[in-house]
């Protein structure tokens, strides 16, 4: 089965055509992603109408693009999936109008996907043997959620940040010591620097406070570590008696990109353990954008080892958004009946979401 996506749930345009065999491995055959990063970029964050109409603009040509690029006809297309919520709602709209117009010209199935779900989805690809239940942690600029995954349909939040996202965090002081939006990658790359001299048991090391609740749930909280590493960066600027203007010197922002990667990394790493430790998984998914953070997957993948669990995790390419990940979970979904009519709305929250799809289950069985 052929299945054509579309993702453009924030600042990416993307679709992709996968092939499904009967034994349910997926072959990717295109992914194409248009960015708007430069253009958000000038204004230091995602300009919501700003991105709906560069959705706009190029979604026709990023679906012409991925069913060339894949060497398929519009007739071989078995299924259209889509992004529905949560994101930006007229992000979401110019994804879910253009595939809604599609499935009807095409006289097939219409899947609304959910993109947190999809996220996690992404590890089908290129892991063929992956199966539900698994423990599932998604990281990215709007979530850091743990999931129960008791089927391919089925995800309970189990656990996750009371506030900001990792994403947030990392591009919240990113920005503060100068880096363009968004500055994951980038505090990625700078806290590798940090790592050769920032040595955490050194009794002067710069420390900063960990997002880990100090108790039994599986709850975590960010905005203290994005405040403490925001006032960190005023109070060294002013003691340094900087311009506003001037940039901190190479090795306090090296320093600082190591202390807050670490201090997130194990944050995350201690409620992981504890969710690991107190179920039977066999196997942990990691997902979203902050997925691709080198030293995070380093630390989960040591938490995995040590629970004797398998760690998995998609390629870079993977993690942050594309519209692979929309077609493996659409995948999923139809294989389970859950396909959407033509009333197929938009959602901005993930309680939307859970309503639409709660109830869409509810037909099903
Ligand atoms: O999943 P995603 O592409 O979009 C959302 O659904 O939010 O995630 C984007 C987030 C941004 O906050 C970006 O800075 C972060 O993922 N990110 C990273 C890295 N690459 C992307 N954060 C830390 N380290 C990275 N290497
Ligand atoms: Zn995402």
Known sequence: MYIFAIESSCDDTAAAVIHVDMCHRINVLSSIVSSQIETHALYGGVVPEIASRAHCEAISHVAREAIQTAGITLSDIGAVAVTFAPGLIGSLLVGVSFAKSLAAVLDVPLIPVNHIEAHVAASYAENPNLEPPYLALVVSGGHTSLYDVSDHITFTEIGGTTDDAAGEAFDKVGRVMGMPYPGGAAMDKLAAVGFLTWDPSKKDALHFPSPAKNDDSLNLSFSGIKTAAINHIHTTRQRLKLEDDAPLPDE???????????????????????????????????????????????????????????????????????????????????????????????????????EYLTALKKLWR
Do not use: W
Request: with cysteine.
């Open 252 to 354: 306090i922002r090296a320093e600082i990109a190591a202390a807050f990667t670490h201090a997130v990394c194990t944050g995350i790493a201690k409620k992981l353990d504890l969710a690991l430790k107190g179920h039977k998984y066999t196997s942990l998914v990691m997902a979203g954008g902050v997925a691709a953070n080198s030293h995070l997957r380093r630390h989960v993948s040591e938490v995995c080892e040590g629970n004797g669990v398998e760690f998995v995790v998609p390629s870079p390419k993977l993690c942050g958004d594309n519209a692979v990940m929309t077609a493996a979970q659409g995948y999923h979904m139809v294989r389970y009946g859950l396909t959407a009519d033509s009333t197929l709305n938009a959602f901005a929250s993930d309680e939307g979401a859970e």
